[in-house]
Nanobody, 125 residues
Framework: QVQLVESGGGLVQAGGSLRLSCAASGRTFSTYSMGWFRQVSGKERELVAAIAWSGNNTYYGDSVKGRFTISKDKAKNTVYLQMNSLKPEDTANYFC??????????????????WGQGTQVTVSS
C-alpha cells in the first residue's frame, strides 16, 4: 500500500504561480512512476505531468508544456508540481498518483494504482 497526500492548492490570479506537493508513505520503494492528473467536474481525468521514480524521464500534457514542471525528492518521498503562468482553464481538482505495477511511466490514469484525495486549484481571470 502507498498513501499519497497532496497540498498546495488554492486560489490564484491568472499569470500567477502555485506549487503542489505530494507526500508518499508506505511501500514507496515499489513505485515505478508518479503522476499529476487533473479533473473538472463532468470531464475525464487528464494527465498533467508524470515522472519516473528512478531516472529523470518526465512527461507533460500538451496544455501545460513550458509552464509546469514536475520534480521529485526521493529522500523526502515527495513529488512536486511547479505551475507558472496559470490560466483560468487550469482550474481543476489536481490528483497525485503512484504506479507500482508497470515498470515504465504510463500516461493514462487507469495505469496508476494509488491516488491522493486531490487538491483544488482555482485560477481567476
Amino acid at each position: 500500500q502507498v498513501q499519497l497526500v497532496e497540498s498546495g492548492g488554492g486560489l490564484v490570479q491568472a499569470g500567477g504561480s502555485l506549487r503542489l506537493s505530494c507526500a508518499a508513505s508506505g511501500r514507496t520503494f515499489s513505485t515505478y512512476s508518479m503522476g499529476w492528473f487533473r479533473q473538472v467536474s463532468g470531464k475525464e481525468r487528464e494527465l498533467v505531468a508524470a515522472i519516473a521514480w528512478s531516472g529523470n524521464n518526465t512527461y507533460y500534457g500538451d496544455s501545460v508544456k513550458g509552464r509546469f514542471t514536475i520534480s521529485k525528492d526521493k529522500a523526502k518521498n515527495t513529488v512536486y508540481l511547479q505551475m507558472n503562468s496559470l490560466k483560468p482553464e487550469d482550474t481543476a481538482n489536481y490528483f497525485c498518483a503512484a504506479n507500482t505495477a508497470r515498470p515504465y511511466v504510463p500516461l493514462r490514469s487507469n495505469a496508476y494504482d494509488y491516488w491522493g484525495q486531490g487538491t483544488q486549484v482555482t485560477v481567476s481571470s
